[in-house]
Protein backbone atom coordinates (compact mmCIF):
# COMPACT_ATOMS: atom_id res chain seq x y z
CA UNK A 1 0.00 0.00 0.00
CA UNK A 2 1.23 3.71 -1.09
CA UNK A 3 0.60 6.45 1.62
CA UNK A 4 -0.45 9.49 -0.22
CA UNK A 5 -0.93 12.30 2.57
CA UNK A 6 -3.31 14.83 1.03
CA UNK A 7 -1.82 18.57 2.50
CA UNK A 8 -3.74 21.36 1.08
CA UNK A 9 -7.40 23.16 2.63
CA UNK A 10 -10.73 21.83 3.15
CA UNK A 11 -11.78 22.97 0.22
CA UNK A 12 -9.36 21.63 -2.05
CA UNK A 13 -9.82 18.04 -0.68
CA UNK A 14 -13.89 18.15 -1.46
CA UNK A 15 -12.34 18.80 -4.91
CA UNK A 16 -9.72 16.43 -5.53
CA UNK A 17 -10.54 13.54 -3.53
CA UNK A 18 -11.96 11.58 -5.93
CA UNK A 19 -10.26 12.74 -9.42
CA UNK A 20 -7.40 11.60 -6.97
CA UNK A 21 -8.77 8.31 -6.47
CA UNK A 22 -9.88 7.68 -9.94
CA UNK A 23 -6.53 8.50 -11.18
CA UNK A 24 -4.45 6.31 -8.66
CA UNK A 25 -7.10 3.05 -9.75
CA UNK A 26 -6.42 4.11 -13.27
CA UNK A 27 -3.42 3.69 -12.98
CA UNK A 28 -3.39 0.20 -11.19
CA UNK A 29 -1.66 1.88 -8.03
CA UNK A 30 -2.66 0.61 -4.52
CA UNK A 31 -3.06 4.01 -2.46
CA UNK A 32 -4.20 4.74 0.77
CA UNK A 33 -5.40 8.38 0.64
CA UNK A 34 -6.06 10.54 3.52
CA UNK A 35 -5.59 13.95 4.93
CA UNK A 36 -3.74 12.44 8.13
CA UNK A 37 -1.55 10.07 8.27
CA UNK A 38 1.79 9.52 10.96
CA UNK A 39 3.90 11.30 9.52
CA UNK A 40 6.87 8.51 9.22
CA UNK A 41 3.78 6.29 7.28
CA UNK A 42 3.79 8.79 4.31
CA UNK A 43 5.50 7.93 1.08
CA UNK A 44 4.04 11.11 -1.08
CA UNK A 45 2.46 14.29 -0.14
CA UNK A 46 0.17 16.10 -2.67
CA UNK A 47 0.64 19.51 -1.52
CA UNK A 48 -0.35 22.79 -1.59
CA UNK A 49 1.37 25.67 0.22
CA UNK A 50 -1.00 27.52 1.84
CA UNK A 51 -1.69 23.95 3.68
CA UNK A 52 -0.81 24.20 7.62
CA UNK A 53 1.97 21.30 6.85
CA UNK A 54 5.53 23.48 6.82
CA UNK A 55 7.46 21.26 8.48
CA UNK A 56 8.59 18.30 6.72
CA UNK A 57 11.32 17.39 9.07
CA UNK A 58 9.10 14.11 10.62
CA UNK A 59 8.30 12.93 7.06
CA UNK A 60 11.14 10.65 6.96
CA UNK A 61 9.70 7.93 4.56
CA UNK A 62 8.20 10.47 2.40
CA UNK A 63 9.77 10.12 -1.60
CA UNK A 64 8.39 13.16 -2.82
CA UNK A 65 6.34 16.48 -2.44
CA UNK A 66 3.63 17.33 -4.92
CA UNK A 67 2.65 20.52 -5.33
CA UNK A 68 -0.56 21.43 -6.67
CA UNK A 69 0.24 24.56 -7.75
CA UNK A 70 2.75 25.66 -10.85
CA UNK A 71 4.09 28.74 -8.80
CA UNK A 72 6.95 27.29 -6.09
CA UNK A 73 7.88 30.55 -4.62
CA UNK A 74 5.89 29.96 -1.11
CA UNK A 75 7.73 26.43 -0.39
CA UNK A 76 11.12 26.22 -2.58
CA UNK A 77 12.80 28.04 -0.01
CA UNK A 78 11.14 25.99 2.69
CA UNK A 79 14.62 24.28 5.24
CA UNK A 80 13.13 21.09 6.16
CA UNK A 81 12.09 20.14 2.49
CA UNK A 82 14.58 17.80 1.85
CA UNK A 83 12.83 15.30 -0.66
CA UNK A 84 12.24 16.07 -3.87
CA UNK A 85 9.57 18.76 -5.15
CA UNK A 86 7.72 18.75 -8.56
CA UNK A 87 5.13 21.49 -9.57
CA UNK A 88 2.23 21.32 -11.29
CA UNK A 89 2.08 21.20 -15.38
CA UNK A 90 -1.18 20.20 -16.86
CA UNK A 91 -2.84 20.27 -19.84
CA UNK A 92 -5.87 22.46 -18.20
CA UNK A 93 -3.57 25.16 -16.00
CA UNK A 94 -1.74 25.74 -19.50
CA UNK A 95 -5.15 25.95 -21.79
CA UNK A 96 -6.49 28.29 -18.77
CA UNK A 97 -3.71 31.08 -19.27
CA UNK A 98 -3.87 30.52 -23.00
CA UNK A 99 -7.29 31.51 -22.68
CA UNK A 100 -7.12 34.36 -20.37
CA UNK A 101 -3.67 35.91 -21.98
CA UNK A 102 -5.41 35.51 -25.29
CA UNK A 103 -8.72 37.26 -24.00
CA UNK A 104 -7.21 40.35 -21.99
CA UNK A 105 -4.57 40.97 -25.13
CA UNK A 106 -7.32 41.09 -27.69
CA UNK A 107 -9.49 43.66 -25.01
CA UNK A 108 -6.82 46.02 -25.39
CA UNK A 109 -5.55 45.07 -28.51
CA UNK A 110 -9.10 45.76 -30.85
CA UNK A 111 -9.89 48.27 -27.33
CA UNK A 112 -13.28 46.89 -26.53
CA UNK A 113 -13.29 49.50 -23.80
CA UNK A 114 -13.81 51.83 -26.42
CA UNK A 115 -17.02 51.09 -27.65
CA UNK A 116 -18.02 50.17 -23.94
CA UNK A 117 -17.74 54.08 -23.53
CA UNK A 118 -19.56 54.75 -26.46
CA UNK A 119 -23.05 53.71 -26.34
CA UNK A 120 -24.69 56.72 -26.28
CA UNK A 121 -26.03 57.22 -30.16
CA UNK A 122 -22.74 58.95 -31.19
CA UNK A 123 -21.82 56.83 -33.97
CA UNK A 124 -18.24 59.07 -34.90
CA UNK A 125 -17.47 59.49 -31.82
CA UNK A 126 -17.30 55.68 -31.32
CA UNK A 127 -15.86 55.13 -35.19
CA UNK A 128 -12.17 53.82 -34.68
CA UNK A 129 -10.59 51.10 -36.56
CA UNK A 130 -9.11 49.02 -34.71
CA UNK A 131 -5.02 48.15 -36.19
CA UNK A 132 -4.38 44.21 -36.97
CA UNK A 133 -2.70 42.13 -34.96
CA UNK A 134 0.19 42.38 -37.27
CA UNK A 135 1.34 45.68 -36.25
CA UNK A 136 0.91 45.13 -32.69
CA UNK A 137 4.10 43.62 -30.86
CA UNK A 138 3.08 41.60 -27.91
CA UNK A 139 6.34 40.63 -25.55
CA UNK A 140 6.20 37.27 -23.05
CA UNK A 141 8.75 37.52 -19.92
CA UNK A 142 8.70 34.04 -19.55
CA UNK A 143 8.69 31.29 -22.10
CA UNK A 144 8.21 28.17 -20.13
CA UNK A 145 5.15 25.83 -20.20
CA UNK A 146 2.71 28.70 -20.06
CA UNK A 147 4.89 31.67 -21.63
CA UNK A 148 5.27 29.78 -24.53
CA UNK A 149 1.56 28.33 -24.82
CA UNK A 150 0.56 31.80 -25.00
CA UNK A 151 3.01 32.79 -27.45
CA UNK A 152 1.91 30.45 -29.66
CA UNK A 153 -1.24 31.26 -29.32
CA UNK A 154 -0.94 34.83 -30.02
CA UNK A 155 1.41 34.21 -32.81
CA UNK A 156 -1.63 32.44 -34.28
CA UNK A 157 -3.61 35.76 -34.30
CA UNK A 158 -0.84 37.15 -36.14
CA UNK A 159 0.73 39.18 -33.63
CA UNK A 160 4.53 39.53 -33.78
CA UNK A 161 5.46 37.70 -30.57
CA UNK A 162 8.60 38.51 -28.44
CA UNK A 163 9.31 36.38 -25.14
CA UNK A 164 12.33 36.10 -23.24
CA UNK A 165 13.89 33.59 -20.90
CA UNK A 166 16.68 33.00 -18.68
CA UNK A 167 17.96 30.26 -21.45
CA UNK A 168 17.64 31.27 -24.94
CA UNK A 169 14.99 29.29 -26.64
CA UNK A 170 14.09 28.70 -30.65
CA UNK A 171 10.13 28.64 -30.76
CA UNK A 172 9.40 28.47 -34.80
CA UNK A 173 7.49 31.99 -35.34
CA UNK A 174 8.31 33.83 -32.16
CA UNK A 175 11.47 36.00 -31.52
CA UNK A 176 13.05 34.31 -28.66
CA UNK A 177 15.37 37.15 -26.59
CA UNK A 178 17.81 36.24 -23.42
CA UNK A 179 19.69 38.17 -21.08
CA UNK A 180 19.80 42.17 -20.16
CA UNK A 181 20.48 43.22 -23.79
CA UNK A 182 17.67 41.27 -24.57
CA UNK A 183 15.40 42.27 -21.89
CA UNK A 184 15.90 46.19 -23.42
CA UNK A 185 14.74 45.04 -26.84
CA UNK A 186 11.86 42.54 -25.29
CA UNK A 187 10.59 45.36 -23.61
CA UNK A 188 11.29 48.27 -26.02
CA UNK A 189 8.99 46.36 -28.49
CA UNK A 190 6.16 45.40 -26.24
CA UNK A 191 2.94 47.01 -26.56
CA UNK A 192 1.14 44.41 -25.00
CA UNK A 193 3.43 42.91 -21.97
CA UNK A 194 3.00 39.53 -20.30
CA UNK A 195 4.84 38.59 -17.26
CA UNK A 196 4.80 34.96 -17.11
CA UNK A 197 8.31 34.38 -14.73
CA UNK A 198 8.12 32.80 -11.64
CA UNK A 199 8.46 34.83 -8.64
CA UNK A 200 12.30 34.56 -7.86
CA UNK A 201 14.79 36.82 -6.37
CA UNK A 202 16.00 37.71 -9.61
CA UNK A 203 12.57 38.81 -10.57
CA UNK A 204 11.24 40.45 -7.79
CA UNK A 205 10.98 43.82 -8.26
CA UNK A 206 11.77 43.14 -12.10
CA UNK A 207 9.74 45.98 -13.75
CA UNK A 208 10.77 49.00 -11.80
CA UNK A 209 10.43 52.47 -12.94
CA UNK A 210 13.46 52.07 -15.18
CA UNK A 211 11.87 49.15 -17.02
CA UNK A 212 8.47 50.30 -17.09
CA UNK A 213 9.83 53.72 -19.19
CA UNK A 214 11.32 51.21 -21.71
CA UNK A 215 7.70 49.88 -22.45
CA UNK A 216 6.69 52.30 -25.89
CA UNK A 217 4.15 54.92 -24.90
CA UNK A 218 0.49 53.88 -24.66
CA UNK A 219 1.47 50.11 -23.81
CA UNK A 220 -0.54 47.75 -21.84
CA UNK A 221 0.62 45.53 -18.80
CA UNK A 222 -0.78 42.13 -18.69
CA UNK A 223 0.43 40.11 -15.57
CA UNK A 224 -0.60 36.56 -14.36
CA UNK A 225 2.38 35.59 -13.06
CA UNK A 226 3.20 37.29 -9.97
CA UNK A 227 2.53 40.13 -7.98
CA UNK A 228 5.94 41.22 -6.44
CA UNK A 229 7.13 41.02 -10.25
CA UNK A 230 6.20 45.10 -10.06
CA UNK A 231 6.77 47.66 -7.99
CA UNK A 232 3.14 48.91 -7.07
CA UNK A 233 3.85 52.71 -6.70
CA UNK A 234 5.93 52.20 -9.86
CA UNK A 235 2.94 51.27 -11.97
CA UNK A 236 0.74 53.71 -10.86
CA UNK A 237 2.94 56.49 -11.79
CA UNK A 238 3.57 54.67 -14.93
CA UNK A 239 -0.10 55.09 -15.52
CA UNK A 240 -0.82 58.22 -14.07
CA UNK A 241 1.82 59.83 -16.28
CA UNK A 242 -0.02 58.54 -19.17
CA UNK A 243 2.67 56.29 -20.30
CA UNK A 244 1.02 53.49 -19.88
CA UNK A 245 -2.34 52.83 -21.00
CA UNK A 246 -3.64 50.18 -18.98
CA UNK A 247 -2.80 47.39 -16.47
CA UNK A 248 -4.53 44.27 -15.87
CA UNK A 249 -3.66 42.52 -12.96
CA UNK A 250 -4.60 38.97 -11.65
CA UNK A 251 -2.14 38.50 -9.29
CA UNK A 252 -0.90 40.99 -6.30
CA UNK A 253 1.95 41.56 -3.35
CA UNK A 254 -0.97 40.81 -0.84
CA UNK A 255 -4.05 38.31 -1.81
CA UNK A 256 -6.84 39.13 -1.04
CA UNK A 257 -5.62 42.59 -2.14
CA UNK A 258 -6.55 44.67 0.71
CA UNK A 259 -10.28 46.55 -0.15
CA UNK A 260 -8.05 50.15 0.15
CA UNK A 261 -5.42 49.06 -2.18
CA UNK A 262 -5.07 51.88 -4.73
CA UNK A 263 -5.59 49.64 -7.42
CA UNK A 264 -9.02 48.86 -6.89
CA UNK A 265 -9.71 52.03 -7.67
CA UNK A 266 -7.79 52.57 -10.90
CA UNK A 267 -9.37 53.66 -13.96
CA UNK A 268 -6.50 52.13 -15.65
CA UNK A 269 -5.91 49.33 -14.12
CA UNK A 270 -8.55 45.88 -14.31
CA UNK A 271 -7.93 43.74 -10.90
CA UNK A 272 -8.51 39.73 -11.44
CA UNK A 273 -8.39 38.29 -7.84
CA UNK A 274 -6.16 35.40 -9.26
CA UNK A 275 -8.54 33.19 -11.51
CA UNK A 276 -6.34 33.91 -14.69
CA UNK A 277 -5.52 29.63 -14.07
CA UNK A 278 -6.43 27.11 -12.02
CA UNK A 279 -5.23 23.72 -11.46
CA UNK A 280 -8.02 21.57 -12.94
CA UNK A 281 -8.87 18.74 -10.19
CA UNK A 282 -9.23 16.15 -13.07
CA UNK A 283 -6.28 16.49 -15.28
CA UNK A 284 -4.10 17.34 -12.40
CA UNK A 285 -4.92 14.38 -10.59
CA UNK A 286 -3.67 12.76 -13.60
CA UNK A 287 -0.66 14.29 -13.28
CA UNK A 288 -0.13 13.04 -9.72
CA UNK A 289 -0.89 9.75 -10.46
CA UNK A 290 1.65 9.18 -13.09
CA UNK A 291 4.15 11.11 -11.02
CA UNK A 292 3.68 7.82 -7.68
CA UNK A 293 3.59 5.75 -10.46
CA UNK A 294 7.14 7.05 -11.69
CA UNK A 295 8.23 7.26 -7.70
CA UNK A 296 7.01 3.55 -7.73
CA UNK A 297 8.63 2.49 -10.44
CA UNK A 298 12.38 4.32 -9.46
CA UNK A 299 11.58 6.31 -13.10
CA UNK A 300 12.48 10.12 -13.34
CA UNK A 301 9.54 12.07 -11.82
CA UNK A 302 8.00 15.06 -14.03
CA UNK A 303 8.01 18.43 -13.65
CA UNK A 304 10.92 18.18 -10.62
CA UNK A 305 11.72 21.93 -9.43
CA UNK A 306 15.35 23.12 -9.86
CA UNK A 307 15.53 24.56 -5.83
CA UNK A 308 19.11 26.16 -6.43
CA UNK A 309 17.04 28.28 -9.30
CA UNK A 310 13.89 28.74 -7.51
CA UNK A 311 11.41 27.52 -9.49
P1 LIG B 1 8.04 27.64 -16.01
O1 LIG B 1 7.66 26.55 -16.95
O2 LIG B 1 8.97 27.32 -14.90
O3 LIG B 1 8.61 28.83 -16.90
C1 LIG B 1 9.24 29.94 -16.34
C2 LIG B 1 9.89 30.74 -17.45
O4 LIG B 1 10.46 31.92 -16.87
C3 LIG B 1 11.01 29.98 -18.15
O5 LIG B 1 11.03 30.29 -19.51
C4 LIG B 1 12.26 30.56 -17.46
O6 LIG B 1 13.44 30.52 -18.25
C5 LIG B 1 11.84 31.99 -17.25
N1 LIG B 1 12.63 32.61 -16.19
C6 LIG B 1 12.75 32.25 -14.89
N2 LIG B 1 13.59 33.07 -14.24
C7 LIG B 1 14.02 33.97 -15.16
C8 LIG B 1 14.92 35.07 -15.11
N3 LIG B 1 15.54 35.40 -13.98
N4 LIG B 1 15.13 35.75 -16.24
C9 LIG B 1 14.53 35.41 -17.40
N5 LIG B 1 13.66 34.38 -17.52
C10 LIG B 1 13.43 33.68 -16.41
O7 LIG B 1 6.74 28.26 -15.33
P2 LIG B 1 5.24 28.27 -15.89
O8 LIG B 1 4.58 26.96 -15.63
O9 LIG B 1 5.24 28.80 -17.27
O10 LIG B 1 4.57 29.31 -14.89
C11 LIG B 1 5.04 30.65 -14.81
C12 LIG B 1 4.43 31.34 -13.60
O11 LIG B 1 3.07 31.64 -13.84
C13 LIG B 1 4.40 30.51 -12.33
O12 LIG B 1 5.65 30.50 -11.66
C14 LIG B 1 3.34 31.19 -11.53
O13 LIG B 1 3.94 32.20 -10.75
C15 LIG B 1 2.45 31.84 -12.59
N6 LIG B 1 1.10 31.24 -12.63
C16 LIG B 1 0.04 32.04 -12.37
C17 LIG B 1 -1.25 31.52 -12.42
C18 LIG B 1 -2.44 32.40 -12.21
O14 LIG B 1 -3.56 31.91 -12.10
N7 LIG B 1 -2.29 33.71 -12.16
C19 LIG B 1 -1.44 30.18 -12.73
C20 LIG B 1 -0.33 29.39 -12.96
C21 LIG B 1 0.94 29.94 -12.92
P3 LIG B 1 14.09 29.12 -18.68
O15 LIG B 1 13.15 28.55 -19.69
O16 LIG B 1 15.38 29.47 -19.25
O17 LIG B 1 14.16 28.28 -17.42
Do not use: Y
Given at each position: MINVLFAATEQRWSEYEAPLRESFAARDLSVDLRTDFAPEEVDYIVYAPNSPLQDFTPYTRCKAVLNLWAGVEAIVGNQTLTQPLTRMVDHGLSRGMVEWVSGHVLRHHLDIDHYLAHQDGDWAAAHKVPPLAEERGVTILGLGELGRACAEALAQFGFPVTGWSRSQKEIPGITCLSGETG????????????????????????????????????????????????????????????????????????????????????????????????????????????????????????FLVDRSRGY
Open positions: LDEALSGAQILVLLLPLTDETTDLLDAARLAQLPQGAVVLNPGRGPMIVDEALIAALDSGHLRHATLDVFRTEPLPAPHPFWAHPKITVCPHIASETRPRTAAQVIAENVARGEAGRPLK
